[in-house]
């Protein structure tokens, strides 16, 4: 294979991975794993009682974060390089924020945490499904608002 | 950028859904473009081109910020 012709198939093959978006219906099927799968956790947080179900958490967590990957690369009823150029700052504003609040979040826990109630907490840092959470819910949430006010 | 599309929209009677549709984007997308929010790339001012029957430059002008 020649230089040039490897070099186009890398990019083809490096678009298509950019470019990968879920059909619209996904946005449904993302929502309603969501939906069910809060559902869930609180059940588990406060009807469940006895039993080690630290299991279950741990799996309704990746599941809550797959159900809002899937509404995050679902592509929209209309997709069209608008969206798309949307979307891209959402992804912009959420890894900024996500970044922010993972560095600052842990040490406002702990400063809450010890005024609170005096040697509260000791120091800990952010699990990934929290900062995960928090930069999928804020993608999200800034998509539908920069859509809404395009 | 400035533009003149609401006026060229006009010209030929196109709704701005008629004029998405046209060119396969939202009307949301249309709207945007015609306030000066959002500047359409290549492909679509040439789509755009294509219906209007007249060249990009006749209806996209740069304004004194650009």
Redesign the interface.
Known sequence: MEKDSFVDCERKRLYKVINFRLPSQFVGIGLVICVLTTAIMFFRAFAMDGGDTEWLKLLLQKTLLVGMLIMSVSKDKIEDEMTMSLRAQSYAIAFIVGVIYALVMPYVEYGVSNVVHSGGEAFKSLGDFQVLLFMLMIQLMFYHFLKRNR | MENTIKVERAILSLTQGDLAEKI???R??I??IEAN??V??T??ALKLSAIFGKPVNQFFKLSDSD
């Open positions: 396969g984007v939202s949301q997308t709207n945007s929010r959002y359409p790339s492909v679509l």
